[in-house]
């Protein structure tokens, strides 16, 4: 049998390495975050008989917007 260097060794106290704990008072916000250009994305599950009419986004996005167009402007 040929044993490999790295034989599979439980932690007994199953926790992280001493060399891979992390000093979080260290750690600094990502400052790229905030430039991302994807778009933010929400899912809605639609019930079946609706699914059925609306097969794509964009018919769904399309009846929307046309309802919130034909809605009455409240003022904040």
Avoid: C, G, H, W
């Avoid at 260097?5 to 992280?16: A, M």
């Avoid at 929400?42 to 609706?50: G, K, N, P």
């Avoid at 097969?55 to 409240?74: D, G, H, Y």
């Amino acid at each position: 049998m040929n044993e490999t260097p790295f034989k599979n060794q439980p932690n007994s106290d199953d926790e992280l390495l001493a060399e891979y704990s992390l000093d979080y008072q260290k750690a600094k916000p990502n400052r790229f975050a905030s430039r991302s250009e994807v778009q933010s994305l929400r899912f809605v599950v639609l019930d079946e008989d609706v699914a059925q009419v609306f097969t794509t986004p964009e018919a769904v996005n399309k009846v929307l917007r046309a309802l919130i167009e034909s809605m009455p402007q409240t003022s904040v």
